[in-house]
């Protein structure tokens, strides 16, 4: 059975309440049209997440929107990967285009959160996506491959069962961003693919890819119908239940 992966990032807008409604709305509109194949997730924001988790009642997967590596420490503001665990958070999204461009966070940081989500048998949710000027210059390529190389470096062919990517082009996102075309998007999704199976010769293939960048409920489907797409990481056309459901019954 081919999974069907959607999900959102809540990003700095819903409080504990809010997320705790939301979810509740979310897994009941869900439940009403079965979909054994759909792997969903929300990652709502650190506040949330213990209520999040309780409310989800494992029917929607739960993730952390970043994580230090450290276990404990002099790390002032940062959230480790055992307090994570303990609260029974399933992933964690790691690289998402703001943490690298508002936050500074490199390839190589990726790599250490990915390293330590798999260490503590979270799931790492690696997102990855060339900015406009990538785009301009014709380095996609290269820029897809070296966010995989090194974001993925010293993961074992074992632990990359574990591991889900999200295509996210940076000039896509958000209310600034324009969707790519489902064929531009499935262009990158192939690359993302082919390096993977690359890196991860036996299990690379079956690392799940999802689109996000500007989703919404008249272009989820025409994504969706391409073959190297395996789901959809929406961000505000799923911030209503409501919205988020109807798209996920459409595709
Ligand atoms: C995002 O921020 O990761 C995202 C995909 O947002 P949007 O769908 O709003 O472009």
Redesign the pocket.
């Known amino acids: 059975m081919k999974r069907i992966y959607m999900g959102?990032?809540l990003?700095m807008y819903k409080n504990n309440q809010e997320t705790v409604s939301y979810l509740k709305e979310l897994k009941e509109k869900v439940a009403a049209f079965r979909c054994p194949e759909l792997e969903l997730f929300v990652i709502p924001s650190f506040t949330a997440l213990a209520e999040a988790v309780k409310a989800a009642e494992g029917a929607i997967k739960i993730g952390a929107q970043n994580m230090y590596w450290e276990d404990a420490g002099e790390y002032t503001g940062e959230i480790s990967p055992k307090m994570l665990k303990a609260i029974g958070v399933d992933l964690i999204e790691i690289g998402?285009?703001?943490r690298r461009h508002k936050f500074g966070e490199t390839n190589f940081d990726a790599n250490r959160k990915v390293l330590a989500a798999l260490r503590y048998g979270f799931t790492p949710l690696l997102?990855i996506g060339e900015t406009a000027v990538d785009k301009e210059y014709r380095v996609t390529t290269e820029c897809l491959r070296e966010q995989l190389k090194i974001g993925l470096y010293g993961v074992t062919g074992e632990q990359a069962r574990h591991v889900w990517i999200?295509y996210?082009p940076v000039w896509?996102?958000?209310?600034a961003?324009k969707?790519a075309t489902p064929e531009y998007a499935d262009r990158s999704h192939q690359v993302i693919k082919e390096t993977l199976a690359e890196l991860f010769p036996d299990c690379g293939q079956e690392i799940p890819v999802l689109y996000?960048?500007?989703?919404?409920s008249q272009n989820a489907t025409g994504l969706m119908e391409q073959p190297a797409i395996d789901g959809l990481?929406?961000?505000?056309?799923?911030?209503e239940a409501d919205s988020f459901a109807a798209i996920i019954k459409q595709v």
């Open positions: 959102t990032n990003k998402h285009s703001e997102c999200a996210e896509a996102i958000g209310v961003g969707p996000g960048g500007s989703v919404n990481f929406i961000g505000r056309a799923a911030w």
